[in-house]
C-alpha cells in the first residue's frame, strides 16, 4: 500500500474539481473556446488599478494586516451593507475569495459528521467544501422542476425530521449553476423555517448585480443568517481574490470562531487586493451595472444555440451569468457529451453531474465579448443540432 493508504480519507473521498477536469479538457482538444468557467470579460475599474499601481513600493501591501480586513475597506463595505443591502446587523470580515469565506462558515458552524441541506443543482465547490470538511451527511434537496426554486416545504419536513438537526441550509442567490433567481417572499420562507429549526442560513450573493428583466436582488437579515458576498465577478476581480463574510454582530462568540479560522487560512486577505477592492467599490455599483447590461445579448445568443434541445429543455438565467439545459434523456453521462462538444465541435460546458443532476449542462455566458461569444454560441448550437439528430458521432 506504502504512503498512498496515508492520505486523509476526507480528500480521498471529496469529489474532484470540476473546473480541474475541464482544464484537462481544453488542453486536449485544440482550440476550443470556453463557455464553461464563471468569469466575467472585463477587468476591474481602470481608475482603480491606476491607484494600486501607486502602492506596490508601500511597505504595507508586503505586511501583515488584519485578519477580518483593512479598517478602511471594513468601514466601506458596512456603508455597502446598509446602503445597498439593507442589512443593517452585520458585522463584517474580509476573505480571499467567496470560496475561502464559505470554507471559514463551515470550519466556524460545524463538526466532522454533522448534517447539512443544500438544494440541486447545487453550487459545487460548496459540495466540496462540506466533503473535505468532514460533513458528508449533506441532505440534497430538490428544485422546483419549472423553476429550479428551492423546495420549502421538503426542507420543512426534512428540518423537522432529521434528528440532529442540519447545521447548514445553504443557497446561491442568484443561482450558481442555474442562474435562477430566489423570490424575496420564497427567501423569507426559507429563513423561517431555518430559524424554527434552529438551523443557519448561508446565503451566498456572489451575483447580487447580475440580475435582468427588472428582477431586483434582495438580502435578508437575521441572528441565524450569514451573507457572503465577492468581488471576483461584479469588479473582474476572479484572480485577486476577494470576498466578504457579513455575520450577524448580535451572536456571542461568533467573530472569535471566525477569526481563529482565518488566521489559520490566509491570516488576512492579500493587501494590495483589498487596497484594489477599496478603490473599486468608490467607482460604485454603477460600473458594475452598466457592464453586466452588456450580458443580456450574450444570453440571448446562447439561449438561441440552446435551442435544438428544446425550449422546455432550458432553465434559469434570470440572474448571474448561466444557463441550465436539460440533454435528451439518454444521455445521463453529460461528461461524456461534455468531452464530445470540446473535441468534435470546439466549445466547453460544466456538465450538470459536478451539480448533482445528471444530464444537464451549466452554460456560462459571461466570459467572452460579444463576437466571441456569437462565435462560441455557433459551435455550440452545431453540437446539439448534431446531437439531436445524430448522436455522438466522432
Not at 458596512?78 to 467567496?98: D, P, W
Not at 476577494?242 to 479560522?261: N, R, S
Not at 432550458?314 to 448561466?322: Q, S
Amino acid at each position: 500500500m506504502g504512503f498512498a493508504g496515508r492520505l486523509a480519507k476526507r480528500a480521498l473521498e471529496t469529489e474532484m474539481p470540476v473546473m480541474v477536469q475541464i482544464q484537462e479538457v481544453i488542453r486536449g482538444a485544440k482550440h476550443a473556446v470556453s463557455l464553461a468557467q464563471g468569469v466575467v470579460y472585463w477587468q476591474p475599474p481602470e481608475q482603480a488599478l491606476d491607484k494600486v499601481k501607486e502602492l506596490v513600493w508601500d511597505p504595507s501591501v508586503s505586511r501583515y494586516g488584519a485578519d477580518e480586513g483593512m479598517p478602511e475597506l471594513r468601514e466601506a463595505l458596512l456603508k455597502k451593507l446598509r446602503r445597498e443591502n439593507n442589512l443593517h446587523k452585520s458585522s463584517v470580515v474580509v476573505t480571499s475569495g467567496a470560496n475561502q469565506a464559505f470554507v471559514d462558515l463551515v470550519l466556524t458552524l460545524c463538526d466532522a459528521g454533522d448534517s447539512v441541506v443544500m438544494f440541486a443543482p447545487y453550487y459545487f465547490n460548496a459540495y466540496m467544501s462540506f466533503q473535505m470538511t468532514g460533513v458528508t451527511d449533506i441532505l440534497v434537496g430538490p428544485g422546483d422542476p419549472n423553476t429550479l426554486h428551492p423546495d420549502a416545504d421538503w426542507l420543512e419536513k426534512t428540518l423537522a425530521e432529521t434528528k440532529p438537526t442540519p447545521k447548514i441550509v445553504t443557497v446561491v442567490n442568484p443561482g450558481n449553476p442555474s442562474g435562477t433567481y430566489i423570490p424575496e417572499p420564497l427567501l423569507q420562507r426559507i429563513s423561517e423555517i431555518c430559524r424554527k429549526a434552529g438551523s443557519w442560513l448561508v446565503v451566498d450573493n456572489t451575483y447580487e448585480y447580475f440580475m435582468y428583466d427588472g428582477l431586483k436582488h434582495t438580502c435578508i437579515e437575521g441572528e441565524h443568517i450569514v451573507n457572503i458576498f465577492s468581488f471576483s465577478k461584479a469588479y473582474g476581480m476572479m484572480g485577486w481574490r476577494v470576498g466578504y463574510i457579513a455575520y450577524p454582530t448580535e451572536v456571542e462568540g461568533f467573530a472569535e470562531l471566525l477569526l481563529k479560522v482565518q488566521d489559520n487560512i490566509p491570516i488576512c486577505a492579500t493587501i494590495i487586493s483589498q487596497h484594489l477592492a477599496l478603490y473599486s467599490l468608490e467607482v460604485g455599483p454603477e460600473w458594475v451595472r452598466e457592464r453586466v447590461k452588456t450580458l443580456v445579448i450574450n444570453r440571448e445568443i446562447v439561449l438561441e444555440a440552446l435551442s435544438p434541445l428544446g425550449q422546455e429543455a432550458i432553465r434559469g438565467g434570470e440572474g448571474a451569468i448561466y444557463l441550465w439545459a436539460k440533454l435528451p434523456d439518454k444521455y445521463v453521462n453529460d461528461f461524456d457529451v461534455v468531452r464530445w462538444l470540446a473535441h468534435k465541435h470546439g466549445v466547453v460546458t460544466i456538465p450538470g453531474s459536478a451539480c448533482g443532476c445528471p444530464g444537464n449542462l451549466r452554460i456560462s455566458f459571461g466570459g467572452l465579448v460579444e463576437n466571441d461569444c456569437r462565435a462560441a454560441a455557433e459551435r455550440l448550437r452545431r453540437g446539439l443540432e448534431e446531437l439531436v439528430r445524430e448522436g455522438m458521432v466522432q
